[in-house]
């Protein structure tokens, strides 16, 4: 449970944060500014997701070939990411 909540963190306080703004700005009498106001945060935040999700990188699944690049003595950059 903790990982599927750490893993899409971003993705529930964006959710958070699109729900109070949609409160803030679409409870009384929204006009039509207030519609652009709240697209325009959603379409951030979207747009934001699209950006910082994780993603698998080249060399995932190929620790094998990392390894025997590494046992050959040629020099190698290991990047370690966390996915979230």
């Known amino acids: 449970m903790s990982l599927f909540f750490g893993a899409y963190s971003f993705f529930w306080v964006a959710l958070a944060l699109a729900v109070v703004a949609g409160i ?4 009384r009498n929204p006009k039509w500014n207030d519609y652009v106001a709240f697209a325009v945060i959603v379409i951030g935040l979207i747009t934001a997701w699209v950006i910082l999700h994780p ?3 080249i060399l995932t699944g ?3 070939e990392v390894q025997a ?3 050959a ?3 190698v950059l290991l990047e370690f990411q966390s996915p979230y």
């Open 62 to 64: 190929d620790a094998k």
């Open 69 to 71: 690049m590494i046992g």
């Open 55 to 57: 993603r698998q990188t």
């Open 73 to 75: 003595g040629l020099p």
């Open 24 to 27: 803030i700005l679409l409870t």
